[in-house]
Nanobody
Framework: QVQLVESGGGLAQAGGSLRLSCVAS????????MGWFRQAPGKEREFVAN????????YYGDSVKGRFTISRDNAKNTLYLQMNSLRPEDTAKYFC??????????????????WGQGTQVTVSS
């Protein structure tokens, strides 16, 4: 079992930046494949980014490619999401998620075993 806690959300202006963090505890962080998802009211949970256990594989959703960067620091048991060039449509609650074994589709939320509580990101025009 692993517990995940996100932080770093808040209010940003369009074109600005935020960095989200997700601290893992209760498990072996380096063994988990990690992802970021987001969900706005009335919308489905959307894939944002995924990173492999050894930082050798990174994937991004089409809407954030070139703007967001996923990274991890296994020594600190922490996952990050650097968000640049923010847009109002990035407004959502952002969640980190973990998977302990190989998954078939990293873009599907139901492929992940563990979830954090989420952190709210709001981008103003």
């Amino acid at each position: 079992q692993v517990q995940l806690v996100e932080s770093g959300g808040g209010l940003a202006q369009a074109g600005g930046s935020l960095r989200l963090s997700c601290v893992a505890s209760g498990g072996t962080f380096r063994s988990y494949r990690m992802g970021w998802f987001r969900q706005a009211p009335g919308k489905e949970r959307e894939f944002v980014a995924n990173i492999g256990r050894f930082r050798d594989t990174e994937y991004y959703g089409d809407s954030v490619k070139g703007r967001f960067t996923i990274s991890r620091d296994n020594a600190k048991n922490t996952l990050y999401l650097q968000m640049n060039s923010l847009r109002p449509e990035d407004t959502a609650k952002y969640f980190c998620a973990a998977r302990s074994s190989l998954m078939n589709d990293y873009r599907r939320a139901d492929e992940y075993d563990y979830w954090g509580q989420g952190t709210q990101v709001t981008v103003s025009s």
